[in-house]
């Protein structure tokens, strides 16, 4: 079994524009950041297609998806994404991080809140089966397991832009940490770039 | 004629690790940055030859060589460069962009300091002739650059470490910019990708 980190960034470091919230989960213009995931240009109003994306796109987030049996990410994203709508996008149960417990969602939504990355990923191992784990963003959740040495496999994304603002994905970051490159490919929208976790 | 921006950052942005100066160019740590040039792992102590690059690393540095006329980098990528040991090693003449012009090198070792950005490329336009020019780095020169409009096409190596401190490409700079993707390859050492600056 695999933990493996995923997540877009700008060329910049970026994995929100500035003031990333519901109703704009990628932040002012952050939009292009997933133009990759759908097919194209979108806005948070309406006209997008999370399963538009094409070619290296495709292949790489299908990768994904086939590996996965169970997802991680923080209660920022999963805020900022609207709770996905109540419904959970992931093949899997989504597993989010936070401190705050009180308003957790109906279990039979597939969204579960737990204290920790470490219990999050101990409650995502035992339903993930053979497949693997995703911690699917935001920043400071895959900050936390990177530091922690809970990540095995880095798959970042690279949108062709620079935001200039927003949250970046190593604010804060301190570790020196080692990867070995497995595997990258391109689109006219992304690099798609796979690093193994070196120990 | 094409004015390109050319620079190695580890995944988490940074061009340097901590405490570069002349003796340890890449700061602490930031020799892994430049394996990809270097052929492999190499030390500032010696017993690296700069040539040794292979493969797609070698292709990038070659096709890069091919293009550029001249080469303009900021003062500070210059002095903890060593001053190249008072070789000029790029294909053309240096400009070195600086503020204190007293310690100026003859201008027989091809190295000539200017004063600022925009002089430096004016003048570098004026000996290529028909070829690029390269703005070499360090990240702040190649800010400035960016931020004035001056770069056509930014050329980033990606080295597969994260440093966790040194010097960040993009520190301080909050310029929205979009990119194309012109090109990507890459080694075991490194990735190596092409951006239009989209204007």
Redesign the interface.
């Known amino acids: 079994m695999t933990v493996i980190a995923t997540i877009t960034t700008s ?3 970026y994995v929100t524009g500035p003031d990333d919230r519901a109703g704009q989960g990628l932040g002012i ?1 952050g939009e ?1 950041l997933h133009h990759w995931v759908m097919g194209g240009p979108w806005t948070y109003e309406g006209g997008h297609d999370t399963r538009a994306a094409t070619g290296a796109d495709r292949e790489h987030l299908d990768r994904l998806w086939t590996r996965v049996g169970a997802t991680i990410c923080g209660r920022g994203m999963f805020e900022a994404a609207g709770r996905w709508g109540g419904t959970n996008p992931f093949d899997g149960p989504l597993f989010v991080v936070t401190h705050r417990m009180d308003d957790a969602p109906d279990p039979s939504t597939g969204f579960a809140f737990v204290e920790g990355v470490e219990e999050a990923l101990e409650r995502a191992r035992e339903v993930a089966g053979d497949r693997d784990v995703s911690i699917a963003g935001g920043a400071d959740v895959i900050r936390q397991a ?1 530091a922690a040495g809970l990540v095995d496999e ?1 798959a ?1 994304s ?1 949108a ?6 927003g949250k970046r ?2 604010d804060g ?9 497995i595997d ?1 490919v ?1 689109s ?1 929208l ?2 798609h ?1 796979r ?1 193994e976790v070196v120990r």
């Open positions: 060329v910049d470091g213009g292009r990177l880095l970042l690279t062709p832009v620079i935001l200039g603002a994905l190593f970051f301190t570790e020196d940490i080692d990867l070995r490159i990258v391109r006219d992304a690099t770039t690093y």
